[in-house]
């Protein structure tokens, strides 16, 4: 009997050897996240892999297509999905849980009673099924629990925010492609017109009309028009790979993304535009449950100032054997029997260990508060910046208009006075370079205009993905 027990022992002691270190492999922190970033990065890839690559794409259907496609919204939605776990993880804390053991203990000798007879078995196997139901710990269950779907919200708010600040990313880089292609037209307008300047003045040069410096000054000026339009062209493709990247798209993929830069007076005040930043705004609603888990934070801790009761219920099973069917030398009652029981324990003196660990945790929440004041005032700024830039954004459009029209009828005039022999060809090539220069103010202002308007979106809390101005 002794060597059959050594034989199980050995076996046992084996077995935990073998399963320890891949224990402790599938519960190392460092490998937790390589396993979990994986999935998120797959799973954005499968999405854009099984959506089609669009032909064209405006505002409104590039940003759809963003908040579907793009890994930080994959991730940020994966990060809710992880705390609604933790929800029913801190729920299934109320309930009773139940642990099975086995194993056995072996005397050095073979119990025996004064007259010699065997008082008991040398070696006893056990198997045991423990109930385990706390009743009270102090409220750190509750708190627990709250704090989890409070740390819900919390990322349900963050991923309104990963949301708000990739459609802001979107659109302005949507408007700077926008402008890069109203450049790209006004350097093309801007070759042509210099290309029938220098043939105008080559013929007026071919029959001694016009001196050579005529001609080698347009032919300078047309390749410096050549090079902004190559620059204009670049900028255009680099917008495009720069959207095709936000939308998880192909980086050459030919998408056409349609639309105009335009104006449309936008008719919120700034009272209007604050009440609604403070109600909507994530990153407040995120303050507001920081503070909430800070408060929760300090019950878990105020938990160990009260006394903790459990109550177990367990099942044993005994015998002289592995199958532990019983022995000799046990009673019916002593070979499979039940107890219940309850049980209260208080550390009521840790020298003040617990005190300061809750007032610790109490200044946390007086910290969280002050950032949430913080966020408050920067959200109250952000609104007022992004008034202010639009306003401005639509003066500079309407002086920028003005300045378009006179600039091309003022090359109009000097076309023809040229054409008259009554003007320069300098005047010609100056208003030219006036009329290139206001339309290219023209499309930074309009560009400026819509940035600001999708900037006081987003510092409202608002997703507003054709930038609508009358939202």
Not at 210 to 229: F, G, R, S
Request: net charge neutral; glycine share 6%.
């Amino acid at each position: 009997m002794r060597i059959k027990a050594l034989r199980h022992a050995a076996v046992l002691g084996l077995a935990l050897c073998l399963a320890g270190p891949a224990l402790g492999q599938e519960q190392s922190p460092a490998a937790a996240p390589a396993q979990a970033e994986t999935p998120i990065l797959a799973q954005a890839q499968a999405q854009a892999q099984t959506m089609p690559v669009p032909a064209s794409l405006d505002l409104k259907q590039s940003v759809e297509r963003g908040l579907v496609a793009n890994p930080t919204i994959v991730g940020a939605r994966a990060q809710l999905q992880g705390s609604d776990y933790m929800v029913n993880s801190s729920m299934a804390d109320f309930f009773p849980t139940a642990t099975a053991s086995y194993g056995f203990s072996r005397y050095g000798e073979q119990p025996k009673t004064i007259s010699g007879l065997d008082s008991g078995d040398q070696t006893t196997w056990t198997g045991r099924l423990n109930i385990h139901q706390p009743v009270f710990v102090g409220f750190k269950l509750l708190n627990t629990h709250q704090k989890a779907r409070l740390t819900k919200e919390q990322n349900d708010a963050n991923l309104t925010q990963a949301e708000l600040a990739l459609i802001s990313t979107i659109q302005t880089n949507f408007l700077g492609h926008l402008k890069a292609k109203m450049d790209v037209k006004s350097a093309q307008d801007a070759v042509e017109r210099l290309k029938s300047q220098l043939k105008v003045t080559q013929a007026f040069f071919d029959v001694g009309l016009k001196p050579k410096l005529d001609v080698l000054q347009a032919e300078v000026d047309l390749a410096t028009a050549e090079q902004n339009l190559l620059k204009a062209q670049n900028s255009h493709d680099t917008t495009r790979a720069k959207l095709n990247s936000l939308l998880n798209l192909p980086l050459e993929a030919p998408v056409e993304y349609v639309g105009e830069l335009t104006y449309a007076p936008l008719g919120l005040d700034l009272n209007e535009c604050l009440n609604r930043a403070y109600k909507n705004r994530p990153d407040i609603l995120m303050g507001i449950k920081s503070v909430q888990i800070a408060e929760k934070d300090v019950g878990i801790t105020a938990s160990d100032f009260y006394p903790q009761v459990t109550a177990d219920v367990d099942f044993y099973k005994k015998g002289d054997n592995p199958g532990i069917n019983g022995s000799p030398n046990l009673s019916s009652t002593g070979r499979s029997y039940m107890t219940v029981g309850a049980s209260a324990s208080w550390t009521f003196f840790q020298w003040g260990s617990t005190f300061y660990k809750y007032k610790s945790a109490d200044e946390t929440v007086n910290k969280v508060r002050a950032a949430l004041d913080n966020t408050r005032l920067g959200a109250g700024y952000e609104v007022k910046q992004g008034l202010l830039s639009q306003r401005e954004a639509a003066d500079r459009i309407g002086v920028a208009k003005k300045s378009v029209d006179a600039a091309r009828e003022s090359y109009r005039m000097a076309l023809a006075r040229y054409q008259a022999q009554v003007g320069t060809n300098t005047d010609v090539l100056d208003a030219q370079a006036k009329v290139s220069n206001s339309e290219a103010q023209l499309s930074q202002a309009l560009s400026d205009y819509q940035t600001a308007i999708s900037s006081l979106y987003v510092a409202m809390g608002e997703k507003n993905p054709e930038l609508s101005t009358t939202k």
